[in-house]
């Protein structure tokens, strides 16, 4: 279970994430919506500790994240593996050490460093790549592949971490509409078949409702709404996107606009 | 009566130049301070020309004097000629001495940049007194030349193709350094933040985020400098630091100048052959 308590994430004057409660308990997919620029990178970044907090806590099953350093936070990081909108590969390298990234934190480091795998990380990181159905292009330079390739690629490398969840910024933002529904086909399944809990920042409302099982929204860094899909009604959604509503939302959707309890939280 | 004809834009402005003028003043004034301010940089700049030709006694007569000489000199340089086979023999060894100081000169230079050009990247370096300190030791092995660290290593460790080596080496581990240093703050921050967001510490973050981005990049830059370096390792070989710049001096001192031209041709062959080589190399590496 991840317990996210009053936390808050301040750049300069800017409040990035402004005091952001938040309990999820394992195997759920929850989606963060909100328009660009809401923090919804920046939370997940937090989650990761790629990004600092400026105040509040990060429990995961009881245990405090935040504050942790040096070995721990790196235990801590691949526990929670990362899908970022820009793919975030080596560009360079090949496919198969993209994958194998993702077992650094299980490799004594002389071994890793020296690309010395095992037998056992190599057949872990094919069976991934096989899964997305890339296996024949693991010798291949990641920079030659296709984004949607691409982020199935990072997918593998997130699963390979054997990680408890996996926090995905964005991972369709870049991608066409195929590749959109292979890339959250693949995260879906991830989280049926292993319980992997998902947390995917989304921009589009369509997608979240679609493979989402419970959806969070940010507003200028505060959490302005939780909760199912169903429950994000019209009138929800355009606080939230303001002027980018249209955008996100499938105008013709029937039953938006019929009106539903309020389900926004005190914060508004 | 046709209704009254829109003016041109041109036409439009020109009745209204008045105004024009009036509303945007600023843009019609003559004199205005950046070119009031132009004008005297220029002037300076003319001045402080003829000031230094006056007092570093340039004489358009001296050359013209001079140029009698050189024309004879051209003369008797033609054609080039080793003199005999044996000499033909020592200029060949000392121009693959040349070469070896160069290519070996380079090489050290890269091992020893190598890792100070990660500590001296901001994104890499260990902490910002690390980065400060490193950057500064490059920056003053760079601002001495290589022929200046030839007569330091030549009285250091004696005459001959060590002290060339040694030269090379340390003239180029400050442009090295800095040159690797840049490579490395220009790699892309997103494979780095991925390999961190694995689980990766600092030494994974550069193995796997940074180096498979600038080794080729590196690669490019040490074919250059070696290049570049057989120019310099013929001019260290006149301070006794090795190589055919050695027998080069002797032989403009002893007037032999067709021995002369002979090596200087070679020389050029040399480095043209070794430019069109590394060309190609870095070609390849970019692709
Ligand atoms: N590293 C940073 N430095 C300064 N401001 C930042 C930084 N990262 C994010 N921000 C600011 O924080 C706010 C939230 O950004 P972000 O989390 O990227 O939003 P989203 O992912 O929802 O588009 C934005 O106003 C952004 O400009
Ligand atoms: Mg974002």
């Given at each position: 279970?991840?317990?996210?308590?009053?936390?808050?994430?301040?750049?300069?004057?800017?409040?990035?994430?402004?005091?952001?409660?938040?309990?999820?308990?394992?195997?759920?997919?929850?989606?963060?919506?909100?328009?660009?620029?809401?923090?919804?990178?920046?939370?997940?970044?937090?989650?990761?500790?790629?990004?600092?907090?400026?105040?509040?806590?990060?429990?995961?099953?009881?245990?405090?994240?935040?504050?942790?350093?040096?070995?721990?936070?790196?235990?801590?990081?691949?526990?929670?593996?990362?899908?970022?909108?820009?793919?975030?590969?080596?560009?360079?390298?090949?496919?198969?050490?993209?994958?194998?990234?993702?077992?650094?934190?299980?490799?004594?480091?002389?071994?890793?460093?020296?690309?010395?795998?095992?037998?056992?990380?190599?057949?872990?990181?094919?069976?991934?790549?096989?899964?997305?159905?890339?296996?024949?292009?693991?010798?291949?330079?990641?920079?030659?592949?296709?984004?949607?390739?691409?982020?199935?690629?990072?997918?593998?490398?997130?699963?390979?971490?054997?990680?408890?969840?996996?926090?995905?910024?964005?991972?369709?933002?870049?991608?066409?509409?195929?590749?959109?529904?292979?890339?959250?086909?693949?995260?879906?399944?991830?989280?049926?078949?292993?319980?992997?809990?998902?947390?995917?920042?989304?921009?589009?409302?369509?997608?979240?409702?679609?493979?989402?099982?419970?959806?969070?929204?940010?507003?200028?860094?505060?959490?302005?709404?939780?909760?199912?899909?169903?429950?994000?009604?019209?009138?929800?959604?355009?606080?939230?996107?303001?002027?980018?509503?249209?955008?996100?939302?499938?105008?013709?959707?029937?039953?938006?606009?019929?009106?539903?309890?309020?389900?926004?939280?005190?914060?508004? | 009566?046709?209704?009254?004809?829109?003016?041109?834009?041109?036409?439009?402005?020109?009745?209204?130049?008045?105004?024009?003028?009036?509303?945007?003043?600023?843009?019609?004034?003559?004199?205005?301070?950046?070119?009031?301010?132009?004008?005297?940089?220029?002037?300076?700049?003319?001045?402080?020309?003829?000031?230094?030709?006056?007092?570093?006694?340039?004489?358009?007569?001296?050359?013209?004097?001079?140029?009698?000489?050189?024309?004879?000199?051209?003369?008797?340089?033609?054609?080039?000629?080793?003199?005999?086979?044996?000499?033909?023999?020592?200029?060949?060894?000392?121009?693959?001495?040349?070469?070896?100081?160069?290519?070996?000169?380079?090489?050290?230079?890269?091992?020893?940049?190598?890792?100070?050009?990660?500590?001296?990247?901001?994104?890499?370096?260990?902490?910002?007194?690390?980065?400060?300190?490193?950057?500064?030791?490059?920056?003053?092995?760079?601002?001495?030349?290589?022929?200046?660290?030839?007569?330091?290593?030549?009285?250091?460790?004696?005459?001959?193709?060590?002290?060339?080596?040694?030269?090379?080496?340390?003239?180029?581990?400050?442009?090295?350094?800095?040159?690797?240093?840049?490579?490395?703050?220009?790699?892309?921050?997103?494979?780095?933040?991925?390999?961190?967001?694995?689980?990766?510490?600092?030494?994974?973050?550069?193995?796997?985020?940074?180096?498979?981005?600038?080794?080729?990049?590196?690669a490019g830059q040490v074919l250059y400098m070696f290049e570049s370096n057989t120019r310099s390792s013929t001019i260290i070989g006149i301070v006794g630091a090795g190589g055919i710049g050695l027998m080069l001096s002797e032989m403009i001192r002893t007037l032999e100048w067709g021995v002369v031209s002979f090596i200087v041709l070679l020389v050029l062959v040399a480095v043209a052959v070794i430019d069109t080589i590394s060309g190609r190399l870095r070609a390849g590496l970019a692709g």
């Amino acid at each position: 279970m991840l317990i996210i308590e009053g936390l808050t994430r301040r750049f300069g004057d800017r409040v990035a994430v402004d005091d952001v409660c938040l309990e999820v308990p394992r195997g759920a997919f929850v989606g963060i919506i909100g328009r660009s620029g809401a923090g919804k990178s920046t939370l997940l970044r937090l989650v990761n500790r790629l990004a600092e907090p400026s105040a509040g806590r990060i429990l995961w099953d009881g245990a405090e994240v935040t504050g942790l350093r040096g070995r721990a936070l790196r235990d801590w990081r691949a526990r929670c593996a990362m899908v970022f909108q820009g793919f975030n590969l080596s560009g360079r390298l090949d496919v198969l050490t993209n994958v194998l990234v993702g077992r650094l934190n299980k490799v004594p480091a002389h071994r890793s460093l020296l690309c010395l795998w095992s037998d056992a990380d190599r057949a872990v990181a094919l069976a991934a790549l096989e899964r997305f159905d890339i296996a024949e292009l693991a010798a291949q330079r990641a920079e030659h592949l296709s984004g949607g390739q691409q982020q199935r690629v990072a997918i593998a490398r997130a699963l390979v971490q054997e990680p408890e969840i996996i926090l995905a910024d964005e991972p369709i933002a870049s991608l066409d509409p195929r590749n959109t529904r292979v890339v959250m086909e693949a995260l879906a399944r991830i989280n049926r078949d292993y319980g992997i809990t998902v947390l995917c920042n989304l921009h589009s409302l369509d997608i979240a409702r679609s493979y989402c099982d419970r959806l969070v929204g940010l507003s200028a860094g505060r959490l302005v709404f939780d909760g199912a899909p169903d429950a994000l009604d019209a009138d929800a959604a355009r606080r939230l996107y303001g002027l980018e509503a249209a955008d996100v939302m499938d105008a013709a959707r029937p039953g938006l606009a019929s009106p539903a309890p309020s389900p926004f939280l005190a914060h508004t | 009566m046709s209704p009254a004809r829109v003016l041109t834009l041109h036409e439009a402005a020109l009745a209204d130049r008045a105004g024009l003028i009036a509303r945007h003043p600023a843009v019609f004034r003559r004199v205005t301070a950046a070119r009031l301010g132009t004008s005297l940089t220029a002037a300076a700049a003319l001045g402080l020309l003829a000031f230094g030709l006056w007092r570093l006694e340039f004489s358009p007569g001296r050359i013209a004097g001079g140029l009698a000489q050189l024309l004879h000199f051209l003369g008797m340089m033609l054609p080039p000629d080793p003199g005999s086979a044996s000499r033909a023999f020592l200029i060949l060894r000392g121009l693959a001495e040349t070469l070896a100081i160069a290519l070996l000169g380079t090489l050290l230079a890269a091992a020893v940049a190598l890792p100070l050009g990660f500590l001296a990247a901001r994104n890499t370096s260990a902490g910002r007194l690390v980065h400060f300190l490193s950057r500064r030791a490059l920056d003053s092995i760079r601002g001495v030349d290589a022929l200046i660290w030839a007569l330091i290593w030549v009285s250091v460790v004696g005459l001959g193709p060590f002290a060339g080596v040694l030269a090379i080496m340390t003239s180029d581990i400050g442009t090295f350094g800095k040159l690797f240093s840049e490579a490395i703050e220009a790699t892309d921050r997103r494979a780095v933040e991925g390999v961190t967001s694995a689980g990766g510490g600092r030494l994974a973050r550069i193995r796997f985020g940074v180096l498979p981005a600038v080794l080729p990049v590196m690669a490019g830059q040490v074919l250059y400098m070696f290049e570049s370096n057989t120019r310099s390792s013929t001019i260290i070989g006149i301070v006794g630091a090795g190589g055919i710049g050695l027998m080069l001096s002797e032989m403009i001192r002893t007037l032999e100048w067709g021995v002369v031209s002979f090596i200087v041709l070679l020389v050029l062959v040399a480095v043209a052959v070794i430019d069109t080589i590394s060309g190609r190399l870095r070609a390849g590496l970019a692709g």
